[in-house]
């Protein structure tokens, strides 16, 4: 039998080339040459005849049998949360994040968690490409994972080669595989680099073979580039049914964990870890985890009530307002849209009088989270109010509201579980929109302030302006801020 060979084929046209060239010389389309492997079609095949393939039939959605394999859970909560209630037999994940984040160690415990929520111990093959047997094993003593019956359900191989791992995989049938990572292994019928779109895409099918195959869940870790986006062809994130990301702020403790992509639940809920020396533990308090003491009142500082999928979390927004020195004033965020942050600065000018036109704006939430959700708009806008007046906010005070452009605020939903939140953590005060559906009133020492607009909300939690003795008007200059 004929071995398969590559051919280097354009992802624009479909013309295929013997060796790499920058432009297709077929649709001259640059940089679209992939390899790809290409097997010997067989004699009956040339001479025209075909085997007889057989005809399935359409079955009615309503006869369609259910899954009849249950979830794996991986013992972490966290990660069962983010995952759908676990892994699904069959299924192909894909992790990504950032050098040191705690991929490796993440998927460790994972392994240990999936041997020994079972007896007898399930077995659990972990392919390492970057690292020797004995590394990978130096991170498990660490972990406390050497010792005991996990230790010897977790099976590691040191393999860069896909064939040799996919027929492991097949003969010891574990139930999970965990490949570490999809940027280093490589297929012997290509001839180009570990990590190339070649590799990584061919690769990937054949692990997802092995995953829908034999129903063996797999999950394989992603290099990330400079931007963020992981490393690979875009292909890759279509191939998996699951893609997460474990990010963070890596001077930090804190690590959160998100779904980009899941065809098993939802993804809108994260995980919350902290990173300590026995690895990733689950924090007990999400909500208060993004919470920061302050010793006395601080201004640019305003706590927001955000929902993350089911669950309420309040996050610390910090704002710092001061003037710029020369030429074009700065704009820095994290965890922040910096579309969404300048959208912010043109309503306050425009219709609160507050111009930082002339202004560094910097802007944060605490403990690297990031959040995209449209109710973070009035907690930002007041934090950049009360750090260019110096002026904190009333103490115990949370903000929930969307700023639409002509600064008005906007309900969003889930406000009554934000503000029940809230009320556990223990603030007094809420400023909300008034056109907002929930019914909730003053209740258990929760005081809600109902406004309509931005600069209602400013009076309320700032005060008038001080130099004026009156809210600011909307009339004022722009590039000139109260006092």
């Not at 043109?346 to 449209?374: F, S």
Request: charged share 20%; with cysteine.
């Amino acid at each position: 039998m004929a071995r398969a060979s590559s051919r280097y084929v354009c992802q624009s046209c479909g013309e295929s080339f013997l060796r790499w060239e920058g432009q297709c010389r077929n649709c001259d389309g640059w940089n679209t040459l992939v390899e790809t492997v290409v097997r010997p079609t067989s004699r009956a095949d040339r001479a025209g005849a075909r085997p007889a393939v057989s005809v399935g039939s359409a079955v009615p959605l309503s006869e369609v049998g259910a899954p009849t394999a249950d979830r794996l859970p991986v013992g972490i909560d966290e990660l069962d949360r983010v995952l759908g209630g676990g892994l699904v037999p069959g299924s192909l994940v894909l992790l990504g994040g950032e050098p040191g984040v705690g991929k490796s160690t993440l998927l460790l415990q994972a392994a240990a968690g999936v041997a020994r929520g079972h007896v007898p111990a399930r077995s659990v093959l972990y392919v390492t490409g970057e690292e020797s047997a004995a590394q990978v094993r130096l991170r498990a003593a660490r972990l406390g994972l050497v010792d005991g019956p996990t230790g010897a359900a977790i099976s590691v191989l040191a393999e860069g080669e896909i064939g040799r791992i996919t027929d492991l995989a097949r003969a010891t049938r574990p139930s999970l595989v965990i490949v570490d990572s999809i940027q280093t292994v490589t297929v012997e019928e290509l001839d180009g680099p570990a990590g190339s779109v070649g590799q990584v895409r061919e690769s990937a099918l054949r692990l997802m073979d092995l995953a829908k195959g034999e129903g063996i869940a797999v999950i394989l870790v992603g290099h990330v580039t400079k931007d963020g986006s992981i490393a690979g062809p875009k292909t890759l994130e279509h191939l998996v049914d699951a893609v997460l990301d474990l990010g963070g702020d890596r001077a930090g403790v804190l690590r959160v964990l998100r779904a980009s992509k899941n065809r098993f639940g939802s993804t809108d809920e994260i995980g919350v870890f902290e990173l300590g020396e026995g690895g990733l533990t689950e924090v007990a308090d999400p909500a208060r985890a993004f919470l920061i003491e302050h010793e006395g009142p601080a201004p640019g500082s305003v706590v927001a009530a955000t929902m993350e999928g089911t669950r309420p979390m309040l996050v610390e927004v910090q704002a710092l307002v001061a003037p710029a020195g020369y030429g074009t004033a700065a704009r820095r965020v994290s965890g922040i849209d910096p579309n969404r942050l300048a959208l912010i600065i043109a309503v306050l000018a425009r219709k609160a009088g507050i111009g930082l036109g002339t202004h560094d704006v910097y802007a944060n939430l605490a403990g690297g989270i990031e959040v995209a959700e449209p109710g973070l708009d009035l907690p930002l806008a007041l934090a950049l109010a009360s750090s260019l007046r110096d002026t904190p906010v009333r103490p115990g005070l949370v903000a929930i509201g969307e700023v639409g452009l002509l600064g008005e605020l906007r309900g969003i939903a889930g406000l009554d579980r934000r503000l029940r939140e809230a009320i556990r953590l223990g603030f007094t005060s809420a400023v909300v929109p008034a056109n907002s559906r929930a019914a909730m009133a003053d209740i258990d020492g929760l005081r809600i302030h109902r406004v309509a607009t931005l600069r209602e909300a400013l009076v309320v939690a700032l005060g008038a302006d001080r130099s004026e003795g009156r809210p600011a008007r909307p009339e004022a200059r722009p590039d000139r801020a109260p006092a």
